[in-house]
């Protein structure tokens, strides 16, 4: 397999020392080890994504380093271990969108060995470049993509005592733990970045910012008092989220549920295991989880900064792995993770949330298989009719045929699968399948 012709001249990035010799060596004299691509290579391999940095590290680095490699006509394949929690195929996926002359792939190494890790990536680079998982007796599989959910069956669950769930006060989150509160009951922690901040005293209760902001700057200028706009938008933001927290935790008590807010903010990770332990000594073992929190920073992805990646990857996954660490993960019955169809098909301008998000997908795969009697799943949500879709992002999706889920059918599907779902199906994909979007 020494130097394949199809290659051309071939860069494989040093971040992982042993796979880049190995590598090297295999693919003979056009092969050059490099820190950074030169981006005049015709294929470039980066090993980012096989080094054991933290998530955020490693995946701000591939995406650095792919920009770098990029060239009209280039190849650059991202490798990656499933060992890991890794995302660099949603990565692959959304640069294929935005940088159409270049052909990205995205391998997903099983063998742990640099030598097996050489002779699988060989043989993928010589069949058609697709994101495949090369498992560890070098079968090649690429990923197939349905939206068609299987109906819920009518065996029994077991009802978690006790749910937490992430970024669930507000949005789409709170809608589906509501639909659960009505199916389990149980208690319901639901934990967000945000105050539960009380409404301004005299100013009428709405749920719009600018009537809102309006109002506060009246009674400011009646008071004499002299407030900064900034100031002011500030406070009307916090008093809503406070306004909508209290009607999750209204509508959570109506559902049967014994509901607490608790303020957590998941970037904020050394904070996170005294917070668990406070909470499990005063309401008992954690035995449902729902991870719905993150946050967007869309940007092109040559566009893109490394502290926005960062802060895309701040809750959903280093955030989300702080809290499993901590959670004794043995007794949890249920457990569903927030994903999003942008890590199967990519999205312009969202290469770190496809990345993240697939992350997601990866760790709900490693957890089915360490949680044998637990329901595991992965919704990779299509988009939401409300949430954080606005005007613009629905026109948007509209103009490709992606039709927006409704609140109640999403919540819905949300608790027929995660309560009684095939438990050998862990990714969903709910909503439409996506093309050009």
Same mark, same amino acid.
């Given at each position: 397999?020494?130097?394949?012709?199809?290659?051309?001249?071939?860069?494989?990035?040093?971040?992982?020392?042993?796979?880049?010799?190995?590598?090297?060596?295999?693919?003979?004299?056009?092969?050059?080890?490099?820190?950074?691509?030169?981006?005049?290579?015709?294929?470039?391999?980066?090993?980012?994504?096989?080094?054991?940095?933290?998530?955020?590290?490693?995946?701000?680095?591939?995406?650095?380093?792919?920009?770098?490699?990029?060239?009209?006509?280039?190849?650059i394949v991202l490798l990656q271990s499933t060992e890991t929690v890794s995302g660099l195929s949603g990565l692959s996926r959304t640069l294929r969108k935005e940088w159409p002359g270049v052909s990205m792939t995205a391998l997903s190494l099983s063998a742990t060995d640099a030598a097996t890790r050489t002779t699988h990536t060989l043989a993928a680079l010589t069949a058609s470049?697709?994101?495949?998982?090369?498992? =560890?007796?070098?079968?090649? +599989?690429?990923?197939?993509?349905?939206?068609?959910?299987?109906?819920?069956?009518?065996?029994?669950?077991?009802?978690?005592?006790?749910?937490?769930?992430?970024?669930?006060?507000?949005?789409?989150?709170?809608?589906?733990?509501?639909?659960?509160?009505?199916?389990?009951?149980?208690?319901?922690?639901?934990?967000?970045?945000?105050?539960?901040?009380?409404?301004?005293?005299?100013?009428?209760?709405?749920?719009?910012?600018?009537?809102? +902001?309006?109002?506060?700057?009246?009674?400011?200028?009646?008071?004499?008092?002299?407030?900064?706009?900034?100031?002011?938008? +500030?406070?009307? +933001?916090?008093?809503?989220?406070?306004?909508?927290?209290?009607?999750?935790?209204?509508?959570?008590?109506?559902?049967?549920?014994?509901?607490?807010?608790?303020?957590?903010?998941?970037?904020?990770?050394?904070?996170? =295991?005294?917070?668990?332990?406070?909470?499990?000594?005063?309401?008992?073992?954690?035995?449902?989880?729902?991870?719905?929190?993150?946050?967007?920073?869309?940007?092109?992805?040559?566009?893109?900064?490394?502290?926005?990646?960062?802060?895309?990857?701040?809750?959903?996954?280093?955030?989300?792995?702080?809290?499993?660490?901590?959670?004794?993960?043995?007794?949890?019955?249920?457990?569903?993770?927030?994903?999003?169809?942008?890590?199967?098909?990519?999205?312009?301008?969202?290469?770190?949330?496809?990345? =993240?998000?697939?992350?997601?997908?990866?760790? =709900?795969?490693?957890?089915?298989?360490?949680?044998?009697?637990?329901?595991?799943?992965?919704?990779?949500?299509?988009?939401?009719?409300?949430?954080?879709?606005?005007?613009?992002?629905?026109?948007?999706?509209?103009?490709?045929?992606?039709?927006?889920?409704?609140?109640?059918?999403?919540?819905?599907?949300?608790?027929?699968?995660?309560?009684?779902?095939?438990?050998?199906?862990?990714?969903l994909l709910v909503g439409d399948a996506w093309s050009g979007a």
């Amino acid at each position: 397999m020494a130097n394949i012709p199809s290659l051309g001249t071939v860069e494989i990035t040093d971040a992982d020392p042993s796979m880049a010799a190995a590598l090297a060596a295999a693919i003979g004299g056009k092969a050059t080890r490099v820190a950074t691509p030169s981006g005049t290579a015709d294929t470039v391999i980066l090993t980012e994504g096989l080094t054991s940095h933290p998530p955020a590290d490693r995946h701000w680095s591939a995406l650095a380093q792919a920009r770098t490699a990029r060239a009209p006509g280039a190849r650059i394949v991202l490798l990656q271990s499933t060992e890991t929690v890794s995302g660099l195929s949603g990565l692959s996926r959304t640069l294929r969108k935005e940088w159409p002359g270049v052909s990205m792939t995205a391998l997903s190494l099983s063998a742990t060995d640099a030598a097996t890790r050489t002779t699988h990536t060989l043989a993928a680079l010589t069949a058609s470049p697709t994101d495949r998982l090369l498992t =560890a007796d070098g079968q090649s +599989r690429e990923t197939h993509i349905s939206s068609t959910l299987a109906p819920p069956t009518s065996s029994a669950h077991t009802t978690p005592a006790l749910w937490l769930v992430t970024g669930g006060a507000r949005g789409v989150t709170a809608t589906c733990a509501i639909e659960l509160a009505r199916r389990t009951a149980g208690t319901f922690l639901l934990a967000g970045r945000s105050a539960l901040s009380p409404w301004p005293e005299g100013v009428a209760q709405t749920q719009d910012l600018k009537t809102l +902001r309006a109002a506060l700057a009246q009674q400011a200028v009646a008071s004499g008092e002299k407030v900064k706009p900034a100031d002011i938008d +500030r406070i009307a +933001r916090a008093a809503l989220a406070g306004q909508e927290i209290h009607t999750t935790l209204t509508a959570l008590a109506a559902a049967g549920a014994n509901a607490h807010y608790v303020q957590l903010d998941l970037s904020d990770t050394a904070t996170l =295991a005294p917070a668990i332990a406070a909470i499990q000594a005063q309401h008992g073992a954690i035995t449902g989880f729902v991870h719905g929190a993150g946050v967007l920073a869309d940007k092109l992805a040559m566009e893109k900064t490394e502290a926005e990646v960062r802060k895309v990857f701040g809750p959903k996954v280093d955030g989300l792995l702080a809290l499993l660490d901590t959670i004794n993960t043995a007794q949890l019955a249920h457990v569903g993770l927030f994903s999003s169809a942008s890590a199967l098909f990519g999205n312009t301008g969202q290469a770190d949330y496809a990345m =993240a998000n697939e992350c997601l997908n990866q760790l =709900a795969r490693q957890l089915h298989a360490q949680l044998p009697n637990a329901q595991v799943k992965s919704f990779n949500w299509g988009p939401w009719d409300g949430g954080m879709v606005d005007a613009g992002l629905a026109a948007h999706f509209a103009q490709q045929g992606i039709s927006l889920i409704g609140q109640a059918d999403g919540a819905r599907i949300f608790a027929d699968q995660l309560l009684s779902g095939d438990r050998k199906i862990v990714e969903l994909l709910v909503g439409d399948a996506w093309s050009g979007a």
